[in-house]
């Protein structure tokens, strides 16, 4: 009912066939089980026991807008000095084209002070990553381990974002002193 993720746990699991010991989908590999689609339906396992008791996971609320906290990125060298002040002043929105991987944003482009692109780094959780595009690209639980476009930033807490609906308007501002 609220956000766009969920889970749902089953006695006995889920039976699919293990890849590396995971019975996951992993979205940028390819590895594991195919992502569900509608109409799937899902093998279960044996119960190892009685049915729990019905449980419910409190959610906080997905804000329609929330406000995001951004610190300075291991590349920020490589964007004009006005792209972070530019980051934290315009509002963005959460594309459609988001996923458990990470959630595009579309509004003011970022500009680059340094054309080009760098050699593969590490990313963490949170990186806000610019593409060509100029459009920030901030990472979630899925996300790769390396890429090649510069972070202007890292988000704080990324938990609300990986909620977020396409459309939820973002803001950014920096950490609190």
Known sequence: RAGVRTWLAVSGGIAVEPVLGSRATDTLSGLGPPPLRDGDRLPLGTPAGPPAPVDLAVTRPVPEEMRLTVRPGPRQDWFTPEALELLCRDAYTVSPDSNRVGARLAGAALPRAVAGELPSEGLVLGAVQVPP????????????????????????DVTPLAQARPGTTVTFHGPQR
């Open 133 to 156: 595009s100029g459009q920030p690209l901030v990472f979630l639980a899925d996300h790769p381990t390396t890429g090649g476009y510069p972070v202007i930033g890292v988000v704080d």
